[in-house]
């Protein structure tokens, strides 16, 4: 079974610091990569597509490390807002790719 | 446009009892799942479907079965619902499953069976 694995956390930290998720997956033949954020008791959407040269929106940064088989999120400066879950998702090469989703990590941003 | 759509919002079943789920979606996309999440699982897929009258397996699909009669809705039935299957459903859509396409999820269903 091809794996995508997220520590749970929960990441505890105060407003304005930066932290970091990594996310590994087993299948190197695995070609697209997004990290989804989930509220409490919603339901998942989309916060970036992950590229090979690495992207980044506002005060988050997406990074893929083929040779190792991880994904990252750095969040900047982070707000009360962020607070949630992060589910980190890989798509498969070839046949229906259909995708992979982790378990997720949970951010909780504090006063 | 209302993206995806999920009806009942919640439910509560007895054991053994039968119900279906339906997700609707009006983007025209090609591709719908259904996925189950509990707490510390994350989202099992259940289903999904590539295109109208297409249904396939995900990885845990045994008590469920689905239908994809038209393009924009995809149907989850519950035959015989067991308390196992107590969980949050949530279905969603894409334009097609290549590469960067995205999901895009409806609000879930609740259910409980006791």
């Known amino acids: 079974r091809k794996e995508v694995e997220q520590d749970p956390g929960p990441f505890n930290v105060p407003e304005g610091a930066t932290v970091a998720f990594n996310c590994t997956y087993s299948?190197?033949?695995?070609?697209?990569f997004f990290w989804y954020r989930q509220d409490c008791r919603k339901e998942p959407k989309l916060l970036m597509s992950?590229?090979?040269s690495g992207n980044e929106d506002g005060r988050f940064t997406a990074q893929l490390n083929r040779a190792s088989q991880y994904i990252s999120l750095l969040i900047r400066d982070s707000k009360l807002s962020d607070s949630a879950t992060y589910l980190c998702?890989?798509?498969?090469?070839?046949?229906?790719?259909?995708?992979?989703f982790g378990r997720g990590t949970s951010l909780i941003v504090h006063p | 446009n209302a993206g995806v759509t999920q009806t009942p919002k919640f439910r509560v079943l007895k054991t053994g009892q039968s119900m279906t789920l339906l997700c609707a979606q009006d983007?025209?996309?090609?591709?719908m799942y259904w996925y189950r999440q509990d707490p510390g699982m994350g989202l099992r897929l259940i289903h999904y479907?590539?295109?109208?009258?297409?249904?396939a397996k995900g990885e845990v699909p045994d008590g469920y079965n689905v239908s994809r009669l038209k393009k924009q809705n995809f149907l989850l039935g519950l035959e015989s619902a067991a308390p196992s299957q107590t969980s949050v459903y949530f279905c969603?859509?894409?334009?097609?499953?290549?590469?960067?396409?995205?999901?895009?999820f409806g609000p879930g269903t609740r259910l409980t069976v006791l």
């Open positions: 969603a859509s894409s334009f097609n499953g290549v590469g960067g396409n995205t999901q895009y």
């Open positions: 299948n190197s033949a695995s070609q697209s």
């Open positions: 992950v590229y090979s």
């Open positions: 998702v890989v798509n498969e090469a070839g046949g229906s790719y259909i995708p992979t």
């Open positions: 983007m025209n996309h090609e591709y």
């Open positions: 479907s590539v295109g109208e009258g297409t249904t």
